[in-house]
């Protein structure tokens, strides 16, 4: 019997052609976390259950200007393919494209019937899976920020603001939302069953943040992703860009992705929570919270993956950019929220909007699992204010330097994989490169007319 055949194959198909669905849009993350897809009409999603959806592996390397990274295993292979199979348990209707329906697709290396080593759902799959071999299951609640932008082909880039209004943070309604974005794109969201609870404006003109619910690490990765995905679709269906940059403008501040991290033991209680403990938090807590602070200089490679994400970093930016914790303390890379029994976590600060769910939420993990092997104890934690360098080391302040840091530990990149590292730091060093190469707008007002 093929894949196609099976009960559940024959419901999906039944349901799709009962919701009047005749094309099924099947998405998978590149290494950067942007969305590749392909629609496939009804009648042919058979056949691609059965043999898969044939893609250039190279898609992983390449650039968000079309440059084709020379990363092994692409172009010095001779560009060949990678597998996309439907994941037909992921299907949910497109509340706003009439007769379509999408689903994640599952990767696989044709060459030998495993994931590809730069699949990011099976990279972080695979971190999940030395976490289970030690009693340990994370559940992760993901915050993104972004902003909202409309057309302004006037200026040099294109693009402006939708609202400059300042002075809104945490506010909703018309105050700073005059065409009532927010409440339009939550009930889409809403619509497209990811979990998504609330939102608000943040800090600076035209700024969102929208939360997602807690789950399981790969559900909350899958629905960050497909979040991503949706309100930039949604923004570009009214002529409009929601961007996930880091800093995208002079003059304000940048987009967050704060992770809400605990773990549940196998009878399924929170492995974070002791009242008895020292902050009411087990030793679990203490050692996973260690386990962040020491390997912080590498994670930031994927926590802050672009040359702009360091441009979101220095004093008084409300970005963490020292190694520190704290209790209920939001000027620390990783705090403590107030809640305790099964509401205990930490709250990772330190990624912004740009950064790959599935990279992010993996680095995360391994991170506090290797605090939890190493059972080390962390600094007392941060008091007041921070941004202290006197109290607290900083960290790369640079993409390069991040690199470097990834590149030289050794731990957290033995969980991460080999394969995948090598990938990343390729992939990740052609764009500090092809950055260095490129004239700026800044270069030339600063230099061209006084030099």
Known sequence: ??????????????????????????????LIGTERARDVLLDHLPSAVDHGLAFCRAVYHTSPQGDVVPVAGGLDAGLPDICVRPDLDTLTALPWESGVATCLGEVTDPATGLPAPESPRDLLRAVIDRCTEHGLHPVVGPELEYFLCDAAPDTAAGWRRYSDAQGVVYTAGLRADDDNHLLRTLRRLRDLNIGVSSGNHEFDGSQFEINLTHSDAVGAADRAFRFKAAVKELARKEGRLATFMAKPFNGAGGSGFHLHLSCVDDRGDNAFDDPSAPYGLSATARHAVAGVLAHAPALAALANPTVNSYKRFGPDTLAPWLIDWGMDNRSAMVRIPPERGSGSRLELRLGDASANPYLLIAGTIAAALLGVLAGEEPPAPLEGYGYDTTKAAALPM??????????????LTEVLGKDFTASYLSYKRDEVARFQRHVTDWEFTEYAYHL
Not at 14 to 26: H, K, N, T
Not at 398 to 411: G, I, K, Q
């Open 1 to 30: 019997m093929s894949a196609s055949d099976t009960p559940t194959v024959r419901q999906h198909m039944e349901w799709l052609a009962a919701e009047g669905i005749d094309v099924v849009r099947v998405t998978y993350p590149d």
């Open 398 to 411: 640079t993409l390069p330097a991040a690199l470097d840091a990834l590149e030289a530990d050794t731990a």
